[in-house]
């Protein structure tokens, strides 16, 4: 049973470029959350989200940034037209389908960087 | 403020040697309290999950202990290894949802030989 998996695993994108952050998540799991983690700093929850639905994006940016889990295929976590403030990981973690206790299990990230 | 401060910020001991690391949280009410382990470049891996109810879990080498009511938590490493090298992060889950879930800041381990 692979674990949560991210690609790319580093990204870099020039200043107005789009960035597309994949995550699939481990079999048998409904459930996709994605964080930010600036250097230096602790990871910040951006969405959740369950297959064809967003649950919660309170902490993702309004603009420019977006998040699907569609019914077929991986997570995606799309950035337009990057700035230099987006460089940081993104890591996506999934969950079974059993509520807020379920335990999450976090991919190896993707480090984007914007020039 | 942060809502989960964790001291100390970094650590270094000698391999063998125990550790304590420490979680202050003030997100109230919460669901449950996790530890997770970051190696560098990867991503958290789950160390334990307590809810609040629960006042310690281990798990091989480390043991988590958890005080409600002074909202504190702490991990305890037990006979150090050079593996046990990363940061460790205190995250408080709290009831109502994953909106306001709180990531600690971690605490650097360097564990040397």
Known sequence: NAGVMQNPRHLVRRRGQEARLRCSPMKGHSHVYWYRQLPEEGLKFMVYLQKENIIDESGMPKERFSAEFPKEGPSILRIQQVVRGDSAAYFCASSPPAGQGAEQYFGPGTRLTVT | ?113
């Open chain 2, 1 to 113: 403020k942060n809502q989960v401060e964790q001291s100390p910020q970094s650590l270094i001991i000698l391999e063998g040697k125990n550790c304590t690391l420490q979680c202050n949280y003030t997100v109230s009410p919460f669901s449950n309290l996790r530890w997770y382990k970051q190696d560098t470049g990867r991503g958290p891996v789950s160390l334990t999950i307590m809810t609040f109810s629960e006042n310690t879990k281990s798990n091989g080498r480390y043991t988590a202990t958890l005080d409600a009511d002074t909202k504190q938590s702490s991990l305890h490493i037990t006979a150090s290894q050079l593996s046990d090298s990363a940061s460790y992060i205190c995250v408080v889950i709290p009831s109502g949802g994953y909106q306001k879930v709180t990531f600690g800041i971690g605490t650097k381990l360097q564990v040397i030989p």
